[in-house]
């Protein structure tokens, strides 16, 4: 409408000069500079800055195949507060450890909800979402039970003989495949494995997962992340969401649904075979069951084999395999990039453990320059460099700026972490900035936010963190790593995917040779 009446405004050229055109010319060259402004400018002075926009897409097409990349060059030209129209939906990109300290903290409530999207219900069960729930009473209580009875402290080191033996048969195979000196593995298809299998453990409470079923999670998690990550029309245009039934996403969404679905049944009829299994064996689900059984939790909505409990499992092996196969991916490829810190970090791991087989958990509390390497490749690297999208629940303002209720909210993790007034020389993996800081990923240094924070900040974050160190502390004590001959760091190069979580277009190839220390 507006970019019709923008080229209508040659017309006016056949209108005779007089007082009363004189006045209707100046009122359509007026009308004409608000429309010109608003195409170029997009908003009104009370909004946020905006870079241009194109009728009907908007900012669509500054997206860009990486969103994270292209948002970043673009709050460099327009501030790190900054409102974009992608597609229909307004949006509002944080970009600033102020803005997000903003949104996160000051206004944590506003902004507390998640955007509705029909990828994601048309995959969870009963369409109830978890991660992607809007605010309210159901996620409230869904998370209140992850946070307390799943993912507490208490219930991570219960996890402890599990995440022990995954390590521990995550060695084996790599020993295995290392055989012969110099062979070249897949650390990628490896580490993969590893963490769907710890995952599905944790949540699934099957202490022998059999190779096929853990096959079976690990693509049906790979599937379901490409398209929840991927581009959807939908999402721009919530007007269009029918059109899946001819692009074939519907077909595609009730797909995985199924598959989902003749996991959940499986694994339930396990679950319930084993009732009085050990504390040290049950996973989330047969935490839940229990809950659904007692009479005090059961107004929860977990009745056994309700789509409660399914969604919390799935949203529990989704969130949780993609994140941390990443971090521990971006970890060994720095290290192999930077010798120096490789040699720091396995000279600690090595002094630590002192020849006993396996490094344990306890001796991780010994490795400090472990830990700042594991925070410098969330840094670098955060696995969702976007977080999730946030959306305001109601009307507010940031800065005077007028932020209208239902805007989607993206918050840039990835440029506020790579920013150089926060962070000295912050492209180079230097894990020592974090020796001597106390700044750490728990959701208050919002210069440093790989988890998120506020209300919604990833309950996730205990279970990461000890999967992830146990893991990293056992690659580097048990084997040296190194390039191929064929390849150099200045070409390892292994891209990025588009996605919620960042994934490398090419797997991570490594030359593995067992530790001296081990022969
Ligand atoms: C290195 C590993 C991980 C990273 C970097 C990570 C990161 C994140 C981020 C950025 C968010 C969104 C936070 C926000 O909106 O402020 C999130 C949410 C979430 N994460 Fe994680 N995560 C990791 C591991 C895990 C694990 C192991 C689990 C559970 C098994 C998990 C479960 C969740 C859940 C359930 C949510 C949704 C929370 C909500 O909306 O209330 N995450 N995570």
């Not at 599905?200 to 998690?221: D, K, P, Q, Y």
């Not at 009745?303 to 521990?328: H, R």
């Not at 790593?481 to 991570?508: C, F, H, I, Y």
């Amino acid at each position: 409408m507006a970019f019709s009446l923008v080229f209508d405004l040659p017309l006016l050229g056949v209108l005779p000069v007089q007082p009363a055109s004189i006045a209707v010319l100046f009122f359509f060259i007026l009308l004409s500079t608000v429309l010109l402004r608003r195409l170029s400018g997009g908003s009104s002075s009370s909004s946020p800055p905006s870079p241009p926009r194109i009728p009907i897409i908007g900012n669509l097409h500054q997206l860009g195949s990486l969103p994270h990349h292209s948002l970043a060059a673009l709050s460099r030209e327009y501030g790190p507060l900054m409102l974009l129209q992608l597609g229909r939906v307004p949006t509002l990109v944080i970009s600033s450890k102020e803005m997000a300290e903003e949104v996160l903290k000051a206004q944590d409530l506003v902004f507390a909800s998640r955007p509705h999207s029909k990828v994601v219900a048309g995959i969870v069960p009963g369409g109830r979402p978890f991660a992607f729930a809007p605010y309210g009473e159901q996620w409230r209580q869904t998370r209140r039970i992850a946070v307390v009875h799943l993912l507490s402290s208490h219930r991570v080191q219960e996890l402890r003989p599990a995440r022990e033996a995954e390590v521990a048969r995550l060695v084996r195979n790599i020993s295995e495949l290392s055989s012969c000196p110099g062979s070249v593995v897949d650390v990628s298809r490896t580490l993969s494995s590893f963490t769907c299998s710890f995952i599905c453990r944790a949540a699934l409470g099957l202490s022998g997962m059999e190779e096929g079923a853990t096959r079976e999670i690990t693509e049906l998690v790979a599937q379901s992340s490409a398209v929840v990550g991927g581009f959807q029309v939908e999402t721009f245009f919530p007007g269009l969401a029918w059109l899946g039934k001819f692009t074939g996403m519907d077909a595609r969404l009730a797909g995985l649904a199924g598959r989902w679905r003749a996991v959940h049944d499986r694994v339930l009829e396990e679950a319930a075979s084993r009732r009085d299994c050990r504390v040290e064996e049950r996973g989330f689900l047969d935490v839940l069951l229990a809950l659904g059984m007692d009479d005090d939790t059961a107004p929860t909505g977990l009745a056994p084999n309700s789509d409660g409990i399914k969604t919390i499992v799935q949203t529990m092996i989704t969130a949780g395999t993609d994140t941390t196969y990443s971090t521990l991916e971006g970890a060994l490829e720095e290290l192999v990039k930077n010798p120096a810190a490789m040699n720091r970090a396995q000279e600690e791991v090595r002094a630590a453990v002192q020849g006993r087989p396996m490094v344990a958990e306890d001796d991780v509390s010994r490795m400090s320059y472990l830990k700042a390497v594991i925070k410098e490749t969330l840094r670098l690297h955060p696995p969702a460099p976007l977080l999730l999208p946030r959306e305001s629940m109601k009307a507010t303002q940031i800065q005077g700026y007028e932020i209208p209720a239902k805007t989607r909210v993206i918050i840039n993790a990835w440029a506020i972490a790579r920013n150089p007034d926060y962070w000295p020389s912050p492209e180079q993996f230097r894990p020592e900035r974090f020796l001597q800081s106390c700044i750490d990923f728990r959701g208050s240094d919002f210069q440093f936010i790989p988890f998120g924070a506020g209300r919604r900040i990833c309950p996730g974050i205990n279970l990461a963190k000890a999967t992830v160190e146990l893991a990293l502390a056992n690659l580097l004590y048990h084997f040296d790593w190194s390039l191929p001959e064929a390849m150099s760091v200045a070409n390892l190069d292994l891209g990025e995917e588009r996605g919620l979580t960042t994934r490398k277009k090419q797997s991570l190839l490594l030359v593995v040779n067992p530790c001296s220390c081990q022969r």
